[in-house]
């Protein structure tokens, strides 16, 4: 095996999990959001108030995290 071909299978390896990485950042950052929103209505006694601040919450920090990562050197 040539050192060419190890280092170019390693960068192969490094972007899938890169992209694999960038699939799981949004429905993470969501379901964070909603569990911390439900967590505050449970506790606060409120509607689902704090669950819908929170879903708006995760999704923004979910768009802004693949935003970061797509335009990452």
Do not use: C, N
Not at 20 to 43: C, E, K, N, R, S
């Amino acid at each position: 095996m040539k050192p060419e071909d190890s280092k170019a299978q390693g960068s192969v390896w490094r972007q899938i999990g890169r992209y694999a990485g960038l699939g799981t950042i949004l429905p993470a950052a969501i379901f964070v959001g909603l569990a911390i929103g439900y967590g505050l209505d449970q506790w606060w006694h409120t509607g689902r108030t704090f669950q819908l601040i929170g879903l708006a919450l995760g999704m923004a920090a979910g768009f802004w995290q693949i935003y970061r990562a797509a335009f990452r050197p």
